[in-house]
């Protein structure tokens, strides 16, 4: 069965840093790789994506604050969160595109498999 696990989150003051991970076991193919947060009370919101040639996409929300990265092919997509503010503390999950080739987009149902989330909190 695929799998994506996250890692990375924890707790930091207003204006602090966090890299999130997201590795993948088990997939047949390569695909499109995506970011999505949830925070209590809240509904789940796309962030971010990385398609299986590098290219990446953004929410208005995180542009010029996060960056994401990785390989997929290697199994392993990472989220640089810098600047990080009272609006980011959520559950963080990676999530593996339905579809090959670009990212298809912030719809969840466009996206089957899911990690179980990693946590951050943004506190002073």
């Known amino acids: 069965q695929l799998r994506l696990v996250e890692s990375g989150g924890g707790l930091v003051q207003p204006g602090g840093s966090l890299r999130l991970s997201c590795a993948i076991s088990d997939a047949l193919e390569d695909r499109p790789i995506a970011w999505f947060r949830q925070a209590p009370g809240r509904n789940r919101e796309y962030i971010s994506c990385i398609d299986t040639n590098g290219v990446t996409n953004y929410a208005d929300s995180v542009k010029g604050r996060f960056t994401i990265s990785g390989e997929i092919a290697k199994n392993a997509v990472y989220l640089q969160m810098d600047d990080l503010q009272t609006g980011d503390p959520a559950l963080y999950y990676c999530?593996?595109?339905?579809?090959?080739?670009?990212?298809?987009?912030?719809?969840?149902?466009?996206?089957?498999?899911w990690g179980l989330g990693t946590q951050v909190t943004v506190s002073s």
């Open positions: 999530a593996r595109s339905n579809r090959r080739g670009r990212c298809p987009g912030p719809m969840r149902r466009e996206y089957s498999y």
